[in-house]
């Protein structure tokens, strides 16, 4: 680290540099004068150093220390010296030395920072993200990018040493639908035309297959216009990774192989190999979610058998509409929840558009429910079997469409585990969800849409129900989940034209449609195609897991609010009428 400005990074320092003239450069964390000797707390990426002013051996550089304020950027020069036994500070690196300062130089003044740079600072995200240089300033954030940095870096070498090439894709690529909402670009050369920015290198990496670059990965930005929330943000990064001549088997395996290395790298943790798998629907059947956290109980248990014949008119009527029945017991609940927290669960469910949410306390004597009334003796000791419930069980039941059911349980056993404060620290549960449905039915569009995109293979066994019963087709699909966070997903692909070609009439485009879309795939699977498949992981999830955070902008350097927009630089901006007009662009009052 010798240079013009210093020779050692702050942290770098230790006993065995006691005697040596050294040069630091850093920021002022804090400064105290104790009369005739100045302290200051030297910071720089690495850490923290004391620097000691002391007037009576340097008047001059005492002087300027005691202009010194927090932030200001300083160099300095002095021996490294054994701090007295009673100043010694274990809480940083360096605590058992300090830097006698024998020259300073100021190099920048700096205004009182409207936040505290120090990671008990407690402002506002809003602030946090204004000031985001400030913010970044901070130890624990430092580390967050540093760590970033050491995952990007250990996934290249690991797939480098694994034969795969990176290959960079086009960030300006054409509009395709189905997927999420394109950001799009407008042309000024081919006015009234578009380009799109990437949702991910999907068809870019399929044609590299068709090239003959067998193992293709990429750290890439991919982007996505659509509604954010704590995990999601419109421009996201990816790690992209697609292989030749491999079935699903193939790509787990190589996968599992990086991912858990990575973990036992970044957390010393072991996981067991190979990671389970688990069927779609019996992840939906047992957790509500195609991303189940599998750290906990509280499964779904199906109770239709139980009231198939009920007088009750909300269980009788989802039945007879071919809606389903399903419970939770929420173990010793019964006794620990009050009537107002239980109200606030069926309020909770009607965000996720169940109807409603039916509770039993169960008790030494029997059950207690506001519709215990309409049950009859056999139903609830059926449901009390079935659930196997025990005195102090809650058992919570969600009638309606199969869909609401899975999705309002599937989130309430969640808010359960938030509500009993189940917490598992370091503790890290990974499971491969398999045979995704290929198709799931909008309602709002009224036909069949790709669970995943459109060129994911089906199963080999269910191609022939594609005409005839799309519902029932299984993928060759495979998502990765980690304490009920999906960090990648992937398929084998569609590698023949024809089935292409079937894949695109399934979905509703005509022939033309889709060769006007996807014509230059179809194009290039006429020349040879090699079976391919691959998968992509959400590499600012992986370090949510990684560093035990709940928020995805703790990981990002400079991340975009819910709005889409960035306060520091306040992007998105308006634009010149003289940029809009070259582009032939016009804008419309609302």
Not at 7 to 29: A, D, R
Not at 64 to 91: C, F, H, K, M
Not at 215 to 229: A, G, M, P
Not at 346 to 373: N, R
Request: net charge negative.
């Amino acid at each position: 680290m010798n240079s013009l400005y210093r020779s050692h990074m702050c942290s770098e320092l230790n006993e065995s540099n006691i005697g040596e003239k050294v040069k630091l450069c850093g920021w002022v964390q804090k400064w105290r004068d104790l009369g005739g000797v100045i302290f200051i707390d030297l910071r720089d990426r690495s850490g923290i150093i004391q620097i000691v002013f002391d007037e009576s051996t340097d008047s001059d550089a005492c002087k300027i220390a005691s202009t010194l304020r927090n932030e200001y950027v300083i160099q300095v020069e002095g021996n490294v010296i054994r701090r007295s036994v009673e100043t010694v500070n274990d809480n940083i690196a360096t605590g058992i030395i300090e830097v006698k300062c024998e020259s300073v130089n100021l190099l920048d003044q700096a205004q009182n920072p409207p936040i505290y740079i120090d990671d008990a600072d407690t402002s506002k995200e809003s602030i946090r993200l204004k000031y985001r240089y400030l913010d970044l300033r901070k130890p624990s954030m430092q580390r967050n990018l540093i760590i970033r940095h050491k995952v990007a870096g250990f996934i290249r070498n690991y797939l480098d040493e694994n034969g795969f090439i990176d290959v960079e894709t086009p960030m300006l690529t054409k509009p395709t639908p189905e997927g999420a909402r394109d950001f799009l670009v407008p042309s000024r050369v081919q006015k009234g035309n578009f380009f799109a920015l990437p949702q991910s290198p999907q068809l870019y990496k399929q044609i590299l297959m068709v090239s003959g670059l067998d193992r293709y990965y990429q750290i890439v930005k991919c982007f996505r216009d659509e509604d954010l929330r704590q995990d999601r943000q419109p421009e996201f990064t990816q790690i992209d990774i697609e292989m030749s001549f491999v079935d699903q088997d193939d790509i787990i395996k190589i996968n599992e192989e990086m991912i858990t290395k990575l973990f036992k790298k970044i957390k010393n943790v072991d996981i067991p190999l190979p990671i389970p798998r688990m069927p779609y629907k019996e992840a939906m059947e047992r957790f509500g979610s195609d991303k189940p956290d599998i750290r906990f109980g509280l499964e779904l248990v199906d109770i239709k058998n139980v009231f198939k014949d009920s007088g009750f008119k909300v269980f009788a009527d989802s039945i007879a509409s071919g809606g389903d029945i399903r419970a939770i017991n929420a173990k010793g609940c019964g006794e620990s929840l009050s009537r107002r927290e239980i109200d606030a669960l069926v309020d909770y469910v009607k965000i996720y558009k169940a109807k409603g949410l039916a509770w039993l306390k169960v008790t030494d004597t029997g059950v207690k429910s506001p519709i215990d009334k309409f049950l009859n003796d056999e139903e609830v000791s059926g449901l009390l079997l079935a659930t196997n419930a025990e005195p102090g069980d809650l058992i919570l039941i969600v009638a309606d469409k199969p869909d609401i059911v899975f999705d309002a349980l599937g989130h309430l056993r969640l808010e359960l585990a938030n509500k009993l404060d189940i917490k598992y620290k370091n503790e890290y549960e990974f499971l491969w969800v398999t045979d995704f449905p290929l198709f799931e039915y909008s309602d709002e569009e009224k036909r069949y849409m790709a669970k995943h995109h459109p060129f994911t293979s089906p199963n080999d066994e269910d191609i022939e129900l594609m005409d005839t019963d799309p519902g029932s087709v299984r993928a060759k699909a495979y998502d990765l989940v980690v304490n009920g966070v999906e960090i990648g997903g992937g398929s084998i692909r569609i590698h023949n034209k024809e089935l292409q070609e079937k894949m695109f009439e399934a979905l509703g485009f005509t022939k033309e449609s889709a060769w006007e879309q996807f014509g230059f795939l179809l194009e290039a699977f006429k020349y040879g195609t090699p079976p391919h498949g691959g998968v992509a992981y959400g590499l600012d999830r992986i370090m949510m897991l990684l560093l035990d955070l709940d928020n995805i902008k703790e990981v990002i350097a400079f991340p975009k609010t819910q709005n889409h927009g960035c306060l520091m630089t306040n992007a998105p901006g308006p634009a010149e009428e003289s940029r809009l007009r070259e582009l032939g662009l016009e804008l419309q009052e609302e």
